[in-house]
């Protein structure tokens, strides 16, 4: 079983929609919960970044963590065409290395 | 401020052979992190410097990987031989400190025919 579950897609979705996104975890270590954006040939760029359980808001982006039942979400709402890329959650426990999902692949339709 | 860099960009070398991949990290940051993803997987924790030691090198994948930080500026990772496995994206990441955001490189492409 992985440590970090996250359904790769794609997900399509009209302008102005709201974007859903959402992994699973199995390792009670973690306890920094992060979502990253990566556009196509680039490194990922840190977009959130949260430590306890409840939401976390900037801008037009949401994050949720359930540490009860090991499950982070993170929201964008008004989506626009330049959100398109893949999302990539990522977790650290104790030992400071970051675990990362598959990373699920957006397209925000004009 | 300039971000972390990563050269080159892409390689592609022939099995067996040797390539070596250079990352520079956001001065002053003394933690230095190298992943990897590999063809349909996620990234994967490689290694983590703080400064010119090894913190942790439990994700390395096996001896033909040698990652060295000289001075506790760039870093670079060897791979000797290549093997076709080894194809993928190599990102290196740098943080001030643990815990820290970990900021990426654009990473390399590595392909090894």
């Known amino acids: 079983q992985k440590e970090v579950e996250q359904d790769p897609g794609p997900l399509s979705v009209p302008e102005g929609a709201i974007v859903s996104l959402n992994c699973t975890y199995s390792?009670?270590?973690?306890?920094?919960f992060m979502w990253y954006r990566q556009y196509s040939r680039k490194g990922p760029e840190l977009l959130m970044y949260?430590?306890?359980?409840g939401n976390k808001e900037d801008g037009r982006f949401t994050a949720q963590v359930d540490k009860s039942s090991k499950y982070i979400s993170l929201f964008i709402r008004d989506s626009q065409p330049s959100d398109s890329a893949t999302y990539l959650c990522?977790?650290?426990?104790?030992?400071?290395?970051?675990?990362f999902g598959a990373g699920t692949t957006v397209t925000v339709r004009a | 401020e300039a971000g972390v860099t990563q050269f080159p960009s892409h390689s592609v070398i022939e099995k067996g052979q040797t390539v070596t991949l250079r990352c520079d990290p956001i001065?002053?940051?003394?933690?230095l992190y190298w992943y990897r993803r590999v063809m349909g997987k996620e990234i994967k924790f490689l290694l983590h410097?703080?400064?010119?030691?090894?913190?942790?090198e439990s994700g390395m994948p096996n001896n033909r990987f040698l990652a060295e930080r000289t001075g506790g500026t760039y870093s670079t990772l060897k791979v000797q031989p290549a093997e076709l496995e080894d194809s993928g994206v190599y990102f290196c990441?740098?943080?001030?400190?643990?815990?820290?955001?970990?900021?990426f490189g654009p990473g390399t492409r590595l392909t090894v025919l």
């Open positions: 990441a740098s943080s001030l400190r643990v815990y820290n955001e970990q900021f």
């Open positions: 001065s002053g940051h003394d933690n």
């Open positions: 990522a977790m650290i426990g104790n030992d400071y290395k970051l675990s």
């Open positions: 410097f703080v400064k010119e030691s090894k913190q942790d």
């Open positions: 949260t430590y306890s359980s």
């Open positions: 390792n009670s270590a973690f306890q920094y």
